[in-house]
């Protein structure tokens, strides 16, 4: 009987340490808080950080986190995130239009296996002044109009499917079946830094390029039906790049580019 017992309380402790190590939405939406918090106050000192194998990305470089877009306290006027619970990772977006030197950020967040409350990596797309197409003030006037609210489990997307979708817009300028097999919707709208493009299904390339676009890294969200790509935009130059992509009802809606 003693042994019986036993085993239950030892199976019951692993259930509950199983279940308080699962990587959740809740976890991976207060680090992206706490990231920006440190934006806000251009500190780092309130954010959870691994002691060791701890990555900070700027660009597509490995930086110092002391010396990044971290140091400097910013104003945001806008900011939204998404939440991987898969890839136990959060995209984060911060438009600062304000001040001497506005910013827009695009940010993936990664932690160490399940655990949110440690943070791993810190990957950012940092645009400012001379940045490609940059503008934070049309930028912030377009994304605000934007509605990137929860969809209705009817309308939500596959992972499967986000993930196709933004191989294939990232795969345009390399393929030129790419474009068509994109589901573009008839009202969708496309923000390439401060350019704006409605339908955004127009005037899409289609091939022409022998470089791939790479280093692809994914956060996706079904429950907004977001896929947001950190990637170097081979096909123009090795470019720091974002391409974030809006699904819904199984239609591209909202596509977000962030381009350094």
């Given at each position: 009987?003693?042994?019986?017992?036993?085993?239950?309380?030892?199976?019951?402790?692993?259930?509950?340490?199983?279940?308080?190590a699962?990587c959740?939405?809740e976890?991976?939406?207060?680090?992206?808080e706490?990231?920006v918090?440190?934006?806000?106050?251009?500190?780092?000192?309130?954010?959870?950080?691994?002691?060791?194998?701890?990555?900070?990305m700027?660009?597509?470089?490995?930086?110092?986190?002391?010396?990044?877009?971290?140091?400097?306290?910013?104003k945001?006027d806008?900011?939204?995130?998404?939440a991987?619970?898969?890839?136990c990772a959060?995209?984060?977006?911060?438009?600062?239009?304000?001040?001497?030197?506005?910013?827009?950020?695009?940010t993936?967040i990664?932690?160490p296996?399940?655990?949110?409350?440690?943070i791993?990596?810190?990957?950012?797309?940092?645009?400012?002044?001379g940045?490609?197409?940059?503008n934070?003030?049309k930028?912030?006037g377009?994304?605000?109009?934007?509605n990137w609210?929860t969809l209705a489990?009817?309308d939500?997307?596959?992972?499967?499917?986000?993930k196709?979708?933004?191989d294939?817009?990232?795969?345009?300028?390399?393929?030129?079946?790419?474009?068509?097999?994109?589901?573009?919707?008839?009202?969708c709208e496309?923000?390439?830094?401060s350019?704006?493009?409605r339908?955004?299904?127009?005037?899409?390339?289609?091939?022409?390029?022998a470089?791939?676009?790479?280093?692809?890294?994914?956060?996706?969200?079904?429950?907004?039906g977001?896929?947001?790509?950190?990637?170097?935009?081979?096909?123009?130059?090795?470019?720091?790049?974002?391409?974030?992509?809006?699904v819904?009802?199984?239609?591209?809606?909202y596509?977000?580019t962030?381009?350094?």
């Amino acid at each position: 009987m003693f042994f019986s017992i036993t085993l239950t309380a030892v199976a019951m402790v692993g259930s509950i340490t199983a279940a308080s190590a699962a990587c959740t939405r809740e976890g991976l939406l207060a680090a992206a808080e706490s990231y920006v918090a440190a934006v806000t106050a251009g500190r780092i000192d309130g954010l959870k950080l691994a002691t060791s194998n701890f990555t900070y990305m700027e660009n597509n470089k490995a930086a110092d986190i002391k010396k990044g877009v971290l140091t400097q306290p910013l104003k945001i006027d806008l900011t939204r995130s998404t939440a991987d619970t898969v890839a136990c990772a959060s995209y984060t977006l911060v438009i600062s239009s304000g001040g001497t030197k506005p910013y827009v950020l695009a940010t993936q967040i990664r932690h160490p296996g399940d655990d949110t409350t440690i943070i791993s990596t810190i990957d950012t797309i940092a645009a400012t002044t001379g940045s490609l197409f940059f503008n934070a003030k049309k930028t912030l006037g377009y994304i605000q109009a934007e509605n990137w609210g929860t969809l209705a489990e009817a309308d939500r997307p596959s992972r499967e499917l986000l993930k196709k979708v933004g191989d294939a817009y990232l795969d345009m300028w390399t393929d030129a079946n790419a474009a068509g097999s994109i589901p573009w919707g008839t009202d969708c709208e496309r923000v390439e830094g401060s350019q704006y493009t409605r339908p955004c299904g127009v005037s899409l390339p289609r091939g022409g390029s022998a470089k791939n676009n790479g280093m692809r890294r994914y956060v996706i969200d079904e429950t907004v039906g977001s896929v947001d790509v950190l990637c170097s935009f081979d096909s123009l130059g090795s470019l720091p790049d974002s391409h974030e992509i809006r699904v819904e009802g199984g239609k591209v809606k909202y596509v977000h580019t962030v381009t350094v």
